[in-house]
């Protein structure tokens, strides 16, 4: 379940540069037309024919310099538009001829919002956590004004013992919340200090690691259930140095995870910190963004500031080294097959796709890329009348909060559920709640062999034994959406693996040729736009070096 935590107008680029699609019903067979690409000077000639059901290709006479885009993205997700805008808005002197494919007809890859009957609902991911490099990315997208933020007073929620109990949101509300007990949280402070025992000098799974540094408690009522609701992962397998890194290293700086955070506060403050931007808004608290009609907002958005340089229906099909040291891709298209030459290339499509197209270039980049695994979710939008919530569940009346997250150990099968009415506005009519419900994930695979009406069933049923009265009437379906691969498991030894995809590369003289996406930079939404700008400055870096030098 992508969650706050977690689990992506018409604003003109400064520079804009053109690439404009060619139409073959307005060109005869294999002839040559040369598209001319600006940037504030005449840069370079790119050229390439099409011919319906033949191999459209390759550069014109002129030389391999002037003839080929500057970086191609492949795939239309939230991570490879956001790599895109990046590339145009913070290196636009590298990077001006760029483009970005995507195999479907429509951009933002699981970023799925649907508005219907007065319901406006999210398939996907839910929202983000609003970190300033997602709102850059909002602002430079046009999209300020439709940016909507959670109540950061909002509770969350932890099924533990039949009572939805809140999860502690301040440091000092640590000593009053009756989800753990006095001698659990006795035991997390001390572990937190270092009285604990060492770490075993081998990778750790998040389980090994929260109950050796914070004890069984936490573990079992906060991070389980966060596991889930982030990763819908098992955290006996999931690494904690992959999945959690910044707290891991809390404590491999410091010696403890408080004497990791004293560490990194003293060094933060060694540091000049450059000015923050003045145009990006100022969230309060802990809090969660989505925009007015939905997250989907944004991948069109940055899709319409992309302008022509995205090409949706373009499934590749083939990817090679040329002789220049550039890429020359085929596609399918509408318009029949096409190819085209670029100095560098992005691979932000999920890792088996990946290692499928990559596996002709390295067998050893593709084998590892092949072991990743994406264990299936489905999420299912109900909505009840208002009367229908326990009197228990309200505060002042009302359903408030963020949601609720169900550890394993509770006796129910849906991971999660997301009170989609109380968090953003505008989500249900009046007189109803909207929730969104998210079950499966890699310790359920089942969902699979089961139907959406069975799916809905297990949905309704938890809720009456915690959220909804028991004699309530039937939910109103809305949504069943089931992703069979839906999100990489951060598993014991995935860095390694995939520092093995990206040696493999290399040594197959793959050099240009990166790796993107949430298998590499982190599953939640607001990660996959952080490591976007990462990815971003790794690729202008490449070609400063050696392009521009």
Wanted: charged share 20%; proline share 8%; glycine share 10%.
């Amino acid at each position: 379940m992508a969650t706050g935590s977690t689990l992506l107008t018409d604003l003109p680029f400064r520079r804009p540069h053109p690439l404009t699609l060619l139409r073959p019903s307005n060109i005869p067979s294999f002839h040559p037309l040369h598209i001319s690409l600006q940037n504030n000077r005449l840069r370079s000639y790119f050229r390439c024919s099409i011919a319906e059901g033949s191999t459209a290709l390759s550069p014109s006479n002129a030389s391999s310099q002037s003839s080929i885009l500057d970086c191609v993205v492949v795939g239309a997700g939230i991570s490879g538009l956001c790599i895109a805008q990046a590339l145009a808005t913070k290196h636009p002197d590298v990077a001006p001829n760029i483009i970005v494919t995507e195999a479907k007809d429509r951009v933002g890859g699981n970023i799925t919002t649907v508005e219907r009957d007065g319901y406006l609902w999210e398939e996907g991911p839910n929202s983000f956590q609003p970190s300033d490099p997602i709102l850059t990315m909002v602002v430079d997208s046009g999209l300020k004004d439709d940016l909507v933020l959670g109540d950061p007073d909002a509770p969350r929620f932890v099924l533990w013992n039949g009572k939805l109990r809140p999860v502690p949101a301040k440091p000092n509300d640590l000593p009053f919340f009756d989800l753990m007990s006095i001698g659990g949280k006795i035991r997390a402070g001390f572990g937190a200090l270092g009285i604990r025992p060492p770490p075993p000098g081998r990778e750790e799974s998040v389980e090994e690691f929260v109950r050796r540094n914070l004890g069984n408690e936490v573990f079992e009522r906060l991070i389980e259930p966060f596991c889930s609701g982030v990763y819908a992962g098992d955290p006996s397998k999931l690494s904690m140095k992959a999945a959690f890194g910044k707290v891991w290293r809390l404590e491999q700086n410091g010696g403890s995870i408080i004497g990791g955070t004293f560490k990194a506060l003293q060094e933060r403050n060694k540091t000049t910190k450059p000015p923050r931007d003045p145009r990006l808004p100022k969230p309060k608290g802990q809090t969660v963004g989505s925009f007015r009609k939905g997250l989907t907002m944004l991948p069109n958005a940055i899709s319409t500031c992309l302008g022509s340089k995205v090409k949706v229906s373009w499934k590749l099909s083939s990817i090679s080294k040329v002789d220049d040291g550039g890429y020359s891709l085929t596609y399918e298209t509408p318009e029949g097959l096409v190819s085209i030459l670029s100095r560098s290339v992005i691979m932000t499509v999920p890792s088996y796709i990946a290692g499928t197209l990559l596996r002709p270039i390295s067998g050893k980049a593709a084998d590892a890329l092949s072991k990743f695994y994406y264990p299936p979710v489905a999420s299912v939008t109900i909505s009840y009348p208002k009367g229908a919530i326990r009197k228990e569940c309200l505060i002042d009346g009302e359903l408030k909060g963020f949601g609720q997250l169900h550890p394993r150990s509770q006796g129910v099968t849906t991971l999660g559920t997301i009170y989609s009415s109380s968090l953003f506005p505008n989500r249900a009519p009046d007189g109803r709640v909207l929730l969104l419900n998210y079950i499966g994930g890699a310790t359920n695979t089942g969902i699979l062999s089961q139907t959406e009406s069975e799916l809905i069933e297990v949905v309704d049923r938890d809720l009456r034994k915690i959220l909804i009265n028991p004699n309530a009437e039937d939910p109103l379906p809305l949504s069943v959406r089931v992703w069979p691969q839906a999100i990489p498991q951060f598993l014991i030894g995935h860095l390694d693996v995939l520092d093995t995809a990206k040696a493999g590369l290399r040594e197959a003289g793959m050099e240009g040729l990166f790796l993107g996406g949430n298998y590499v930079c982190g599953v939640a939404l607001g990660r996959c736009v952080e490591g976007a700008y990462e990815a971003a400055a790794e690729v202008a870096g490449f070609l400063s070096k050696k392009v521009y030098k």
